[in-house]
């Protein structure tokens, strides 16, 4: 199983990105799907997550507004769209996956996820 982050970079302030993660290895259609940050000196955060099937959706009250979560299982892939960025947004973004048959309550939970990706930078400058 392999996640891979991309489309991370420099960005000002009020700017927008839009990560993707491309997933082999498994099938995407039953897998929940999870972003993460973590910034320097800082523990993982969850950033937002969606569902085998992009029914439903969750975010962290900090990015809630701002980002949006889609996916594309034809394209195997979910995308983080991120809007309206702020420096408090740098980190290492990383994407995650877990088996919609085992994915427990706590969406956003690092600890609900079996498979990670690496990480792709995002920098918010002021």
């Known amino acids: 199983v392999q996640l891979q982050a991309s489309g991370g970079g420099l960005v000002q302030a009020g700017g927008s990105l839009k990560l993707s993660c491309a997933a082999s290895?498994?099938?995407?259609?039953?897998?929940?799907i999870g972003w993460f940050r973590q910034a320097p000196g800082k523990g993982r955060e969850g950033v937002s997550a969606i569902d085998n099937s992009g029914g439903s959706t969750y975010y962290a009250d900090s990015v809630k507004g701002r980002f949006t979560i889609s996916r594309d299982n034809a394209k195997s892939t979910v995308y983080l769209q991120m809007n309206s960025l702020k420096p408090e947004d740098t980190a290492l973004y990383y994407c995650?996956?877990?088996?919609?048959?085992?994915?427990?309550?706590?969406?956003?939970?690092?600890?609900?996820?079996?498979?990670w990706g690496q990480g792709t930078q995002v920098t918010v400058s002021s």
């Open positions: 290895g498994l099938l995407l259609d039953y897998y929940a």
């Open positions: 995650a996956a877990r088996s919609i048959w085992s994915w427990g309550n706590s969406r956003l939970s690092q600890h609900e996820y079996e498979y």
